[in-house]
């Protein structure tokens, strides 16, 4: 994620950032543009058709489809937004329950035990770093360090974080069947574990359910045909400002479309995505902090 003034004006008007739409779309806006002239020109120069002719009643049709297509490009954003918004929430409870698990050990374990707070410090910030990592990619080996305990390698191709909390689980279940922990505390951890995998499926919902094909697809078109008949009717009362004037239109439309498309995955690299790299650095800091050796 690019951190960034939003009150800011001067810079965000004058200059073209990377993440800008302008970007992707100019060769299609310079399309357009031609496109346009070469109607105006057929219309006005070659056909030389009135201004009454029945074709200028097609801007009738544009004004009726116009606010349905504005409907449907409001849906398209708003429900974009929602799953970017879904999922830096999720990551924030992450940040939360990472924090209470670690402060709930740091209560638990005995001072003078290292090994088993050496343990969480670990394998607590791992589970989100190995989350991370596979919403990153489709498959990635996941393995702890070298020191004692932790000499674990996880399987290749499977699930990382499922590995993790199943890791820390089993942990769990060995302190209570060493007296380290009370009955009532492995009832208090147990909910804190469903807790980090109901996070790890929320983000594989978001993840792996995008917006239906057949939606994007009919929008696309809708956006293309609408803007092509744009300089169509046009034409007469504007005349040759229709170059001008329908890629802008166009922008308009297509970057919305494209603003959509940037947002509905969270956990990519773009600079409008989430920062869960940074975000798993943060949680691997303040559960070393709670958990010292």
């Known amino acids: 994620m690019q951190i960034y003034n939003p009150k800011e004006w001067f810079h965000s008007v004058l200059f073209v950032h990377k993440s800008d739409t302008l970007r992707k779309l100019y060769p299609y806006l310079i399309l357009t543009a031609a496109f346009s002239a070469g109607v105006a020109y057929l219309e006005l120069e070659y056909l030389k058709m009135a201004q009454k002719s029945w074709v200028g009643n097609i801007t009738v049709v544009h ?5 349905a297509l504005s409907l449907l490009l409001v849906f398209r954003t708003n429900t974009a937004y929602d799953r970017w918004w879904e999922a830096r929430k999720q990551w924030g409870s992450l ?3 990472s924090r209470t698990f670690a402060i709930k050990m740091n209560a638990m374990l005995d001072e003078n035990d290292k090994n088993n707070r050496h343990f969480f410090r670990k394998i607590v ?3 989100a770093s190995s989350l991370f990592t596979y919403l990153r990619s489709d498959y990635t080996t996941f393995m702890l360090d070298d020191s004692e305990e932790l000499e674990h390698k996880f399987e290749s191709q499977k699930h990382g974080p499922n590995q993790i909390a199943a890791l820390m689980y089993k942990k769990i279940n060995n302190l209570y069947q060493e007296g380290k922990i009370s009955g009532d505390q492995l009832i208090t951890l147990n909910n804190e574990i469903q807790d980090f995998t109901n996070i790890c499926g929320a983000c594989e919902r978001i993840k792996n ?3 239906p094909q057949s939606y994007t697809s009919f929008l696309k078109k ?3 045909i609408y803007v092509a008949t744009l300089p169509v009717g046009y034409v007469f009362s504007i005349g040759y400002f229709v170059i001008l004037a329908v890629p802008f239109i166009f922008y308009v439309l297509a970057s919305l479309e494209l603003i959509a498309e940037s947002i509905e995955d969270p956990f990519g690299t773009d600079s409008d995505d989430l920062p869960i790299e940074k975000i798993s650095e943060n949680i691997k800091k303040h559960v070393q902090e709670i958990l010292h050796a």
Not at 63 to 67: A, Y
């Open 125 to 127: 910030p791992m589970f």
């Open 222 to 224: 809708f956006i293309v």
């Open 63 to 67: 004004s009726l489809l116009g606010f």
């Open 209 to 211: 359910t995008p917006i």
């Open 95 to 97: 940040t939360n329950i």
